[in-house]
């Protein structure tokens, strides 16, 4: 059963409130009370703009209105007048346009479930294409939760949302599932701290200073978010990464692993085609260091792929957080 919507303070809501609530950029509020006369009179005594429940109804009414194709002056005039927003967008009854235009519509079609209020502005600035608040709200909930807390809560619900839609409606939904990939991708990168490895111990001390962790997708794969995931957390905990992306092949992982010395190698497999076994024991089995006190990584498998395959001594972690404690514990 979905949440009910936030009741509106009656003091209001501050700009940036809203622009979360709504899934639009502070810009975009200030554009349309600019341009289309959709904003507010009330003012703090600090002349801050404070947004009533009435403001707040026609604002919603506005982004389901241009979510659903309605160019912004008509939206704009329709929400003011109270017009009923089913009707003046012409949805049919699962949000597509009815002259099979193949466009994407309104956030409410996305079958969201029982998620965060952010989840639900996400998706709508998804639809609507609106870059500069996808941006935003991504930045938001990273700053407001944390890496891990940010990608179960906010960012995989969305991107599952809309992968499930793109399925179920051809390619219709093609460049809002690669629009929100990209930009979960820059906020993610955008997030990742330098963190560099310990230095070499004295010479007095026989053992090696342990090298960076490698995280990388296995040939074939090239879904790379999940790790890019893990990489911003690792940096969080102060644990330094080499992160190699998508479909890296078999001699180039092993050269990397011995020139590092990682102490950990999680290696991602989406799909069972692209999981090999072989290759997983092939790099455990690497080898690195000084003769007589040479090392091995521990490997681990990311990634549906493994499922039933993942061979004994590999750990499979079931999600982002006990990844996290895994490969950090580790190190």
């Not at 009330?42 to 389901?64: I, K, N």
């Not at 102060?238 to 011995?258: D, H, K, S, W």
């Amino acid at each position: 059963m979905a949440r009910e919507r936030e009741p509106v303070p009656e003091v209001g809501l501050t700009t940036g409130a809203l622009a979360r609530r709504l899934g639009v950029s502070p810009t975009t509020l200030r554009s349309w009370d600019r341009r289309y006369g959709v904003g507010t009179e009330v003012r703090t005594e600090g002349r801050h703009r404070r947004w009533s429940p009435q403001d707040v109804a026609v604002l919603e009414a506005m982004c389901r209105l241009t979510s659903a194709g309605v160019p912004p002056a008509e939206a704009a005039r329709a929400a003011r007048a109270g017009a009923d927003v089913s009707a003046t967008a012409q949805d049919g009854p699962d949000g597509e346009s009815p002259d099979g235009d193949g466009r994407s519509h309104a956030a409410g079609a996305l079958p969201l479930g029982d998620v965060r209020q952010e989840c639900r502005g996400l998706a709508r600035a998804a639809v609507r294409l609106d870059a500069p608040a996808v941006d935003d709200l991504l930045t938001a909930a990273v700053d407001r939760h944390g890496v891990v807390g940010a990608w179960h809560d906010v960012m995989m619900p969305v991107l599952h949302a809309v992968g499930r839609k793109w399925e179920t409606s051809g390619d219709r939904y093609v460049e809002v599932e690669h629009l929100l990939s990209w930009h979960v991708s820059t906020t993610l990168r955008r997030a990742t701290r330098r963190v560099d490895p310990p230095a070499a111990p004295p010479e007095a001390v026989p053992a090696p200073a342990p090298g960076p962790v490698v995280l990388a997708c296995v040939p074939g794969e090239q879904h790379t978010l999940a790790l890019e995931a893990l990489t911003a957390a690792l940096s969080e905990r102060g644990v330094p990464t080499r992160m190699f992306g998508a479909a890296v092949p078999a001699e180039a992982l092993t050269a990397a692993v011995r020139r590092l010395g990682p102490p950990v190698v999680v290696l991602w497999a989406q799909a069972r085609s692209t999981a090999s076994t072989p290759l997983a024991a092939h790099v455990a089995g690497t080898r690195w260091g000084a003769r007589g006190a040479r090392r091995r990584p521990l490997v681990v498998l990311g990634g549906t792929g493994w499922a039933g395959s993942a061979p004994s001594g590999m750990p499979r972690p079931g999600g982002l957080g006990e990844a996290l404690e895994l490969v950090s514990g580790v190190y």
